[in-house]
């Protein structure tokens, strides 16, 4: 109440200001409320034991997760591109290697290379 006639300057409205808060939210309330003795609760080990059946927790289960992005092909089913079985090089048409891996492109390059130093 106090915050409330402060926050309104106006002295008239600090004198009423009583009137419209509820007795619950007032200071004489929460005095009479905490006024009794509050026990704290004593140490587990004091505790009483008490034969209840023992409380588990539910069943763990997989919960659903983002759907995959890929289907599962069938074994007869031909893989979606990737990487080619035969890599054949277009520079001497040999088998197992491409035009970049080529030994004779490389040796080529490395004759070409040294040959013109400018
Ligand atoms: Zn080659």
Known sequence: MATIS???G???VKDRVAAFVHQSLSKSAYILTYRGMIHLIPDQKIWLEIEVKKILPPP?????SRPKLQRN???NEKSRGGKSENVVC???GMVEHNKR?????NSIVEASTSQ???
């Open 6 to 8: 402060h926050s309104c």
């Open 10 to 12: 106006n002295d008239q």
């Open 60 to 64: 763990f289960q997989t919960q659903p």
């Open 73 to 75: 092909r069938e074994p």
């Open 90 to 92: 277009k520079f001497c």
């Open 101 to 105: 891996t080529c030994k004779i492109t």
């Open 116 to 118: 013109s130093p400018t």
